[in-house]
Every structure is written in structure tokens, then in C-alpha cells.
């Protein structure tokens, strides 16, 4: 059995601006031996991207635990334009995405990666909008075709509250369903605390960002994203409830920059998170 809470990392895979062998090394660089793979492009999930991530991930004994995919369209990461914008939930961006997540979901197969990971969008809370039933049926489309290879697709939290969240799993009824948690977003949006989402989606996880945040300042843009342990996750609580829960899956490190400040941030993260992970370790037994 691997060790819990196993630390990993996501890399984006941008062809032809960077290659999979530079993403693999970099994982591998920092000690980790899994990541997230994220794809935002059409040219990120052809045959050939596939055969070089494939081969790259080998070549550096890297895992790839779950294949988080973009769409296409306008992306506004605020309040105002991001219910507009953002994911599935939009109709008039809704066709086309899901073409994407399907084909990511092949790309995610080719390689064997048992999930693929995306935000849905501004779910809505209340069930008497017209977009949710329309919403649910797309997610039971999505579902079904990860089924069919074989993965279950995964939201990634932050847009929509908990309680929302576990509502939309459960109306959609696949079966395959699950959450990957990252307790920033959740701040970041104002749609919850992160401690309490596990216990409200605990069955239901099965990916874990390491992020952190503050709370947003003006209630039109988001919270700020900030090196792990000067934000407003309380990380000691927040992995003692997910082992709680029966979470063991590794902790995928996220710092939204890039460049050597970004590998400092990593290497920091683990360094602060290192000791809460021992202690609790030390003191449960599986």
C-alpha cells in the first residue's frame, strides 16, 4: 500500500510550447512520483500528445493520477463575468465544451489514467433554475462516456457550495462521480470552509489540491491565491479531517505562477506540511 498523503504536483502541458519529457523531469526534480496533468488545447490531446506524455511519464516513473481538462471559450475567474463564462453551466459555450471533455476523456484513456478532473462552473443553488435540470443532463452524458473508459470524472470545488456539489453528484446518478478538493478555491469563491467540506463531501473525494487563499476584499473579484500556510486554510484540520474521512490519496501541490519563485513555493509547502502529515500519521493507524 503506498504511503497516504503522498505528495504530488500539477503541470500543464501546452504543445508546442513546452514538451511532456520537461513536465516529467520537473515532477521528478522535486521528488514527487505523480501529478495532475492539466490540458487546455486542442494540440495538449491529440494521438501524438499522447504518445509523448505516455512515453515521457515511463521514461521519468512519474504517475499521472488525473488529467485535468480545459475547454474553450471566454474564461473570467471574477464574480461577474464568471457565471457567464466559466465551464458547463453557460449555454451558450455548453456544446462545445462537453466535445472537449469527451475527447479529454479518450486522451485520459490512451494513457490509462483512471479519472479526469474540471470545473463545472456556477452550479446553480437554487434547484428551480431552468439551467440545473439541463446542466444535470449534460453531467449525465460526461458521466456515462467516462464510464465508458473506464473513469470517473471528478469536479474540482471552489464555484459552488458543498451541499450544491454533493446535490449535483447524487441527481446525476452515474456512479462515477467524485471531487477533487481544493480547499483555496473554496475560500477564494466564499463557498465555504474547507475543514467542513470534507466531512459534507468526505465519501466523495478522490483528489486533493494543496492550495491556500484569503477570502475575497470586494465581493466582485476573487480571493487571492498565496504560498500554502499564509492563507486562510487551516491545513492541520483540514488533513486530519480528510484522513478522518478515509482519504489516502496524494496531496497535489498547486501555485498558480510560474518560474523559480514557483518551485520555492513547492519546496516550502512541503517542508511546512511535512510535519502535520507525520503527527497525524504518527497518531492513527490504518
Known sequence: MAKPFGFGMIVQYHPPHNTADDLFRKVRDLGFSNCQLGVWTEQ??????????RAAAEHHGVEITSVWVGWPGPRRWNFTEGP??????PRDYRAMRLDSLLRGSDFAAKLGVPSITTHVGFIPENLNDPVYPELVLVLQHLGQHCKGNGQEF?????????????????????????????PANLIMYG????????EVLGPYIR???????????????LGREVPVG??????????RALYDVGYRGPLSIEREISGAEQIADIRKA?????????EILAGSAD
Open 44 to 53: 495538449g490531446i491529440t494521438d501524438q500528445a499522447a504518445e509523448e506524455v
Open 154 to 182: 471528478l469536479f474540482e470545488t471552489g464555484q459552488e457550495t458543498p451541499v450544491t456539489l454533493l446535490r449535483t453528484i447524487l441527481d446525476v446518478g452515474t456512479g462515477n462521480m467524485g471531487v477533487n478538493l481544493d
Open 270 to 278: 512541503v517542508a511546512y506540511l511535512t510535519p502535520i502529515i507525520e
Open 191 to 198: 463557498k465555504g470552509n474547507p475543514v467542513d467540506a470534507v
Open 230 to 239: 499564509q492563507g486562510k486554510v487551516n491545513f492541520p484540520a483540514f488533513l
Open 207 to 221: 483528489g486533493v489540491h494543496v492550495k491556500d487563499g484569503v477570502y475575497s476584499t470586494d465581493g466582485r473579484s
Open 84 to 89: 457567464f463564462s466559466l465551464g458547463l453551466v
